[in-house]
C-alpha cells in the first residue's frame, strides 16, 4: 500500500485546526528541513492539561486530518496513559503532551537549531 503525498502546509494547518478544536495550548512547530539527518520535516508540539483532554487533542487531529484529507497517521503511540502521544505523519510528527511532562523532556531544547513557530491560542 502506498501513502498518498499530502501537502505539508495544507497537512499543517489541518493539525493546528485539530489541536485548537479542543482547545490544546502552547502549540509550536519546528522546523526541521535544514537539519542534518533528520527523520521528519516538521514536529508540532501542543499540550493539553489532562490524559482526556491529550486524548481529546489527538482524536480530533485525526479526524480533522482524516475528514479534510482522506490522510491518517502510519503511526500512533502512548494513548494508553496519554502523558505523550506521538502521531507520526511521515513528514510530519505531533507531539501531545499534558502540560508537566512536556517541561521535563523539553524536546524544543534538543532540536535548538530548528526554526520555530509558536501559534498563538484562539481561545
Not at 18 to 42: H, P
Not at 70 to 95: C, F, R, T
Request: charged fraction near 25%; include cysteine; charge should be negative.
Amino acid at each position: 500500500m502506498t501513502k498518498k503525498v499530502v501537502n505539508n502546509d495544507v497537512l499543517l494547518a489541518n493539525i493546528i485546526k485539530g489541536i485548537e478544536e479542543v482547545k490544546g495550548s502552547n502549540i509550536d512547530i519546528l522546523d526541521l528541513r535544514e537539519i542534518d539527518n533528520s527523520a521528519t520535516d516538521y514536529f508540532v508540539i501542543c499540550n493539553g492539561s489532562s490524559n482526556t483532554q491529550v486524548n481529546a487533542i489527538v482524536n480530533s487531529i485525526q479526524k480533522t486530518v482524516s475528514k479534510e484529507l482522506k490522510d491518517k497517521p502510519w503511526h500512533v503511540e502512548g494513548s494508553e496513559n496519554a502523558e505523550w502521544v506521538l502521531m507520526d505523519y511521515v513528514n510530519i510528527v505531533v507531539h501531545v503532551f499534558q502540560t508537566h511532562i512536556r517541561e521535563y523532556y523539553n524536546i524544543e531544547s534538543l532540536w535548538g537549531d530548528a526554526k520555530i513557530t509558536s501559534i498563538q491560542n484562539k481561545f
